[in-house]
């Protein structure tokens, strides 16, 4: 089972839209938690990182949900330059900075 | 000008040859990595370094060796390279914060033949 887990999409949404990406982690000792968005042969960027008490920039919503070691990325009003791949990303403070990525969630948004 | 570049961009090499990817950056930071990505798999692991004097193996280091020639510097070597190191890779660097981000470089496409 890969430690971080996320559905490959694609997911193809119109403009507009509001979608939802999860994830799921298996290490209970992951410390910090991050979503990349990376554009097609492109490298990846941080969008984003995820705090236990939610976070939201603009039309983007990050939860972390310890318990069940699950994290969320909502995109609202949906735009075309929003398609590319989400990738969910989690670390571990005694790794030093080591990061884990999930293998990457597809969105394609269409006119 | 970027912060982190790769040389080369892409590479078409053959079985049992050696190859070098190099990466350079000017963000000052002493953390660098490497990572291969292939389709369906993400971004894994190769080699990482916390200064000029550390390195450290990763999820998949075998086949791959590096070197941290300065801070600024670190370099990917494929010794005798086989067809399934075909990948996209990438460099990565970070700081010592508790932020945690990386900054990855625009990556090397490498075909093996």
């Known amino acids: 089972r890969k430690e971080v887990e996320q559905d490959p999409g694609p997911f193809n949404v119109p403009e507009g839209a509001t979608v939802a990406f999860n994830c799921t982690y298996s290490n209970s000792a992951s410390q910090s938690f991050f979503w990349y968005r990376q554009d097609c042969r492109k490298e990846p960027k941080l969008l984003m990182s995820?705090?236990?008490s939610g976070n939201e920039d603009g039309r983007f919503t990050a939860q972390l949900n310890r318990a069940s070691q699950y994290i969320s990325l909502l995109i609202r009003d949906s735009k075309l330059s929003d398609s590319a791949t989400y990738l969910c990303v989690v670390s571990r403070y005694n790794q030093g900075g080591k990061l884990i990525f999930g293998q990457g969630t597809e969105l394609s948004v269409k006119p | 000008d970027a912060d982190v570049t790769q040389t080369p961009r892409n590479r078409i090499t053959k079985t049992g040859k050696r190859i070098m990817l190099e990466c350079s950056q000017t963000?000052?930071?002493?953390?660098m990595y490497w990572y291969r990505q292939d389709p369906g798999l993400g971004l894994r692991l190769i080699y990482y370094?916390?200064?000029?004097?550390?390195?450290n193996k990763g999820e998949i280091s075998d086949g791959y060796s590096v070197s941290r020639q300065a801070q600024a510097k670190f370099s990917l070597s494929l010794e005798s390279a086989i067809p399934n190191q075909t990948a996209l890779y990438f460099c990565?660097?970070?700081?010592?914060?508790?932020?945690?981000?990386?900054?990855f470089g625009p990556g090397t496409r490498l075909l093996v033949l």
């Open positions: 995820v705090y236990s």
């Open positions: 370094s916390f200064d000029v004097k550390d390195i």
């Open positions: 990565a660097t970070s700081a010592l914060d508790i932020e945690e981000t990386q900054y």
């Open positions: 963000k000052g930071h002493d953390r």
